[in-house]
């Protein structure tokens, strides 16, 4: 390693997925110097590999800590999405499609949640979901929920909008340097290492979703993050068979702008294996067939997988190292990494430079879980 090759900035982003690049957004923005370090290309693993919808799948399940950083975000979405077209000329086809969720066996807790949280929602009647979506095949008997505010964006396009966007503000992007350890010092950190360049900046966070606790693996208080592979494919599909986001016993469909679907996912415990299988492509296509009878006409066009950085109870680990004073975390968002990005990322933000948190921070304290 070349110890004379030493590249200093405020901040020194360990990321580049839609947490390291809304987080190095949110700090640019201040003015500080940022830059952002991935060990693969910008965005093109897990935020790359989701289906973008901006919603918990079943929201009334997940803890407060979720829900509230969701709909923080939810608010942001629109504003973010608009700016980031213009500056950029990239849409990231935000779709405010809604989510439909077929047969939920907890239906009454839902709409009770939904009426103590002010959340907008139709409680579906058995056999009048084909009035919301009527190709949908036998499952539409069986009634559900629908909340229509619920969102999407299309994750590659985002990805490509932030990436722009932070190269006019000045943000330097460095791809394919894998960070193989920190320089501690007694009470902060000096220095990130990677296989060729040595990094230094005024403050450190990791942002690097399941990879985050192999930083540095001897570090005490890191969060309890796992890779959790998630398979999905896409149906090259015509606009117009669905128009809603449909969730039925855990799985989905989701429409794009250009008609293709995207079907998921799987949720496997497999280490950092990110090989797809036959058996969950075949299971998938099952799925999507049988919900949508029409896609038996429209080819597969690919089927890819991704690893969700897991952790207990998808809660992520958002602020400073309890001994390290320079050393952040934004990381463990789990199947949720866009629905809470924008929050996720002020908070950090608002932890780091001293401000008023957007949210209470308590219940995401690094070393909390």
């Known amino acids: 390693m070349d110890q004379r090759a030493s590249l200093s900035s405020d901040v020194l982003v360990v990321g580049g997925g839609v947490i390291g690049l809304l987080c190095a957004r949110e700090l640019a923005g ?103 979506e009527p190709r949908l095949g036998p499952t539409s008997d069986f009634g559900g929920i629908h909340l229509p505010d619920i969102a999407q964006v299309r994750n590659p396009r985002l990805l490509a909008a932030l990436r722009e966007d932070l190269v006019r503000r000045g943000v330097r992007l460095i ?30 966070l990791i942002a690097s979703g399941a990879w985050s606790p192999l930083v540095e693996p001897g570090l005490g208080q890191l969060p309890p993050i796992e890779p959790v592979k998630g398979q999905m494919l896409v149906f090259a599909a015509k606009p117009g068979l669905i128009r809603h986001i449909v969730l039925h016993h855990g799985r989905y469909l989701i429409p794009r702008r250009d008609g293709r679907i995207l079907v998921g996912s799987t949720v496997e415990h497999t280490g950092f294996d990110k090989s797809t299988t036959d058996e969950a492509r075949d299971a998938l296509i099952a799925f999507a067939h049988g919900l949508l009878p029409a896609l038996t006409a429209y080819p597969v066009e690919k089927h890819w997988a991704g690893l969700r950085p897991g952790s207990p109870e998808g809660i992520p680990s958002i602020g400073r190292h309890p001994e390290k004073t320079n050393l952040y975390f934004n990381c463990g968002q789990f199947r949720n990494g866009f629905a809470l990005a924008p929050a996720s990322a002020r908070l950090l933000a608002d932890l780091m430079l001293g401000r008023e948190p957007c949210v209470a921070a308590e219940p995401y304290r690094v070393g909390a879980r």
């Open 175 to 204: 791809e394919h340097q894998e960070v193989v350890g920190l320089v501690q010092l007694p009470d902060r950190i000096g220095a990130v290492r990677t296989r060729t360049q040595r990094f230094t900046a005024q403050n450190y």
């Open 30 to 132: 201040t003015g500080a110097s940022v830059t952002v370090l991935e060990r693969q290309a910008i965005g093109q693993e897990s935020s790359w590999a989701g289906g973008g919808i901006l919603s918990p799948l079943y929201p009334w399940r997940a803890p407060e800590a979720i829900t509230t950083l969701s709909r923080w975000s939810q608010r942001a979405y629109p504003g973010l999405t608009a700016e980031l077209s213009e500056s950029t000329r990239i849409d990231p086809e935000w779709i405010p499609s809604g989510l439909v969720i077929s047969n939920p066996e907890d239906a009454e807790e839902a709409v009770a949640w939904c009426e103590r949280q002010a959340v907008r929602h139709e409680r579906i009647a058995r056999g009048e979901l084909q009035s919301l």
